[in-house]
């Protein structure tokens, strides 16, 4: 009895104390809780304010609150004048680190003005990281080909700062969506003029040539219904980017990304190529006349030798081998592949000489850390001459790079086997 | 007599409050709480705003813990503490998000982490849980200060070498216009370092080897200070027992 009256009183102690500390908790955030929701409030539209030159504080009317969506308010940001000056727009986002709150405004030309962390309970030095490093490269990219270019440069963060800044991705994602429906597009534009039923478009490959990047173009299933290959060309000063889009076997077309401030002559140039439009890309050479005209011509025409030298592998790792010619003989083979490296799936580059003998390899693009996947450029660089690769210590040459070695191991292994399967023979 | 008594009392207080500045500093002494003596020390009034918060939770859950000391059951008292001493750092949050939102946002999550600080979990449980609810006040609010006092040593140091300044008014409403006390504006040595969390580690370090180098010279001084002592006594002994042979040799002659 004595043992059952003493849990009853321990009981009861536990009760009453929880029961007190539930209320005076309760008691303080229902008295605070105007004050709070102010605060945070005047946090936001400093935000907003900061972000827009010559912003006033919006009214009622230009604050929408969104549903089903990681972004939860759009605001309509105006000058003193009533005149748009672009939208804000509030998300939030929660992982098991806490909860973070974040602001991304976009101007009338569909670029990112700024992302603001606004209020974060997620570990501090990680967010920290996030507003030092990764926000500020977003500033200014047009919301129709982001590139987060998210890396762990700050070794030890993969997993964590990631986790943040994958809200803040959500989060900007959101908001380009909501955008897409306010702004003009030139990007998404120019591909449905180059495949009608476009959807989405990632970046697959990126080049240091006359084209710099090759785009997936996809349909709402994610089936690939193009390859797109941007051109960005100068003129006056002002760089135009074209579009040039190939299937498998043909030549689209191509176009340009005719934002606002683009000549119209450039943007009129590119009808000089509509006599070329799905056509066998084998032998095709552009036939036209003018200035711009021809400044397009020559970069088609590199991108054009481009694809005819391409082979398309999509197996054991590789995309596809580009044969590269000295005059009518072979100079060597440059392979592309990808494979998972240590905080997400690394393209590279190898390079195989006329023979087959390994040359170089290079990051095409890498999430890995870049203190740990550089110096494999140098170890596995003393392969160089040779035609096969054996896995030993160049694959972990820096510690923590195991990953990221395995991956290039892979890749150039492949490489090697698809050599000796199929261009040691021709 | 009675009044012998209540002037002990007095000093005993006193000397309750006063422990924690300096002969018990929880920092400084025990090294406790050096989470948020690493974490949010980059500048004088972060430090002063995380010590202001500790010495209300250290104040009132010593208070509360002490005034039903005597309820709670002996099996259950640390979850008993940990409930209390994490109601007041809600309760606490929730006021800084209100009243002074700036230093909520500084601090961050180092508020709620407030309830995993030693040093209030272990005054509850060495001092509140024992005496009564006077004492346990004012040993709560002696020991915050010492913390508090700590703490803006530790962000003074850290603050000035990283940015040659000293800042009010930030993320305290000190004023109604954020200035600074000290700026130096020439200031060309900044150490950023010192305002991350190295800086934290190093400044702490440094500042336990002068306090220990202190501790240790005023040591040796009481210690050559006893030693002078004992010599005196040995020779005032000594000089006495020849006092006393002189005077025995002269009654005998």
Redesign the interface.
Known sequence: MDNLL?KL??AA??LI??A??GL??FG??TL?ED??EE??R??QLAIYLDMFDGAVTPSDDDIVAIEDSSVKEMVTMRDSSGNILGYAFRGEGRISH?DITVIVGIDLDGNIIDVQIA???????YVQALRDHYLPRLRSQSIVAMDYGFTDELAGTSASAGMSFGNVRRIIEDARFIAADFLSDPVMEAYERLAPDVASFDTFVVFDRAFTEEQLIKDDDGNILAYAYLMPLEFDGETVTYVAAYTETEFIGITVFAFDDVPQDAIDAVEAFEGYWNSDFNGLTFDVDGEIENTIATALTELNTFVENRTWINANDLDYVETRYDGDDVSGYWFIGRKMGYNGVNVLEVLLDENGAFDHFAYNQSPDTPDFRNPLIDAFGAYSGQTEITQNEAEDAWSGATFTGESVYAIISAAFQYFADTLGDE | MAKTKNVKKEMSRLANFTKGFFKENPVFVFLLGLCPALAVTGTVEASLGMGILVIFVLTSSNVVVSLIRKWIPHQIRVPSYIVIISTFVTIVGLLTEAYAYALHGELGIFIPLIVVNCLILGRAESYASKNKVHDAAIDGFGMGLGFLGALVVIGFFREFLSTGAIAYGVYLPLAETPGSIINIDSYVFSMDAFGQAPGGFLVIGLLLGIFNFVAILKRNKKERERQRMIEEKKRQALERKRQKAKEKAGANA
């Open positions: 003493s009183k321990t102690v536990l104390i929880g007190v500390s005076a908790i303080t955030h605070t004050r709070r605060n945070r005047m946090a806490g209020d974060s309970t997620q570990t501090p030095s």
